[in-house]
């Protein structure tokens, strides 16, 4: 099995939502992102980042991936929490946990996605 097939079976086995972030879009996710978000990969593709950030949290984001993808990551909260929307309009409480690294020879965000909607409610 060639080594890019290998590692893109062993990213989609990941049980926690997984993506990497350049340039305005998301370049790819794993499989558990696309059933966290209800979105196909293409469709991800085919959307705007921004349309899956509620808007109270969209310019902190903004500007957090900005300081990030400019080396100053350093400066920023290692788990973020913003709020998301889904596919089917729910909006759901995350943690993600994001790694700048390089995709394709420029500066990305890999990140996990961590669903805290559920154990905030317990609490």
């Given at each position: 099995?060639?080594?890019?097939?290998?590692?893109?079976?062993?990213?989609?086995?990941?049980?926690?939502?997984?993506?990497?972030?350049?340039?305005?879009?998301?370049?790819?996710?794993?499989?558990?992102?696309?059933?966290?978000?209800?979105?196909?990969?293409?469709?991800?593709?085919?959307?705007?980042?921004?349309?899956?950030?509620?808007?109270?949290?969209?310019?902190?984001?903004?500007?957090?991936?900005?300081?990030?993808?400019?080396?100053?990551?350093?400066?920023?909260?290692?788990k973020p929490?913003?709020?998301?929307?889904?596919k089917d309009?729910?909006?759901?409480?995350?943690?993600?946990?994001?790694?700048?690294?390089?995709?394709?020879?420029?500066?990305?965000?890999?990140?996990?996605?961590?669903?805290?909607?559920?154990?905030?409610?317990?609490?």
């Open positions: 099995m060639e080594d890019k097939y290998f590692y893109r079976q062993l990213v989609d086995e990941v049980p926690l939502p997984m993506y990497v972030f350049q340039d305005g879009d998301i370049k790819f996710c794993n499989r558990a992102f696309c059933d966290f978000s209800g979105y196909s990969r293409q469709e991800i593709q085919s959307i705007h980042f921004l349309d899956l950030i509620h808007p109270d949290d969209r310019e902190k984001l903004m500007i957090q991936t900005r300081v990030a993808l400019s080396g100053g990551s350093q400066k920023l909260p290692k929490e913003l709020s998301v929307i889904l309009g729910q909006v759901r409480r995350v943690q993600t946990r994001p790694k700048v690294i390089e995709y394709q020879g420029l500066p990305a965000i890999l990140g996990l996605v961590i669903d805290l909607t559920d154990l905030n409610k317990s609490e």
